[in-house]
């Protein structure tokens, strides 16, 4: 521990992983705030209730929110050009998928979080594991949705 003024005491493995699992809870709280709500501006969501910033979002969300605009984007042309188009459907089908997955995500992280706290626990595991098996299927239907909303988008008929 240092003895000049005004520093911090040393902190534990233990106090550090709470204060990971913190930020990492805020974390995925903003993720959800902007997948609910992918148009939200980072002023109105700092004005929310409970403040979040799009700082706090990962990479993954942030490559997310731009690809839902652009699909977005396309899925109303489509329809544009053909009204009968499922093109609006389908992507608002994958977005649930994406919506979907990032929960599924959510339950992981924290799952194994809890898990990692008490290894010897077999109750944890169990439940870390059946969060795993949700987020692989999780995956995979948001793959099938994201592979029908790009044939829409690509196909020459609608």
């Not at 790009?150 to 609608?158: F, G, H, I, T």
């Amino acid at each position: 521990m240092s003895t000049r003024p005004g520093c911090f005491p040393e902190i534990t493995c233990q106090q550090l992983a709470v204060l990971q699992k913190a930020k990492e809870v805020e974390r995925l709280d903003a993720e959800v705030v902007f997948l609910s709500c992918p148009a939200l501006s980072e002023e109105a969501g700092r004005n929310l209730p409970n403040p979040v910033e799009r700082s706090l979002l990962s990479d993954g969300i942030l490559g997310y929110l731009e690809t839902e605009e652009k699909n977005r984007r396309w899925a109303e042309e489509k329809v544009r050009q053909n009204p009968d188009s499922p093109a609006l459907y389908l992507f608002t089908r994958w977005w649930e998928g994406v919506r979907y997955t990032h929960e599924a995500g959510r339950k992981v992280a924290i799952t194994v979080g809890e898990w990692k706290l008490d290894l010897a626990d077999a109750g944890k595991k169990k439940t870390a594991k059946a969060a795993d098996a949700l987020m692989g299927a999780a995956l995979k239907e948001q793959k099938a949705r994201r592979r029908a909303l790009y044939q829409c988008l690509n196909s020459a008929e609608d």
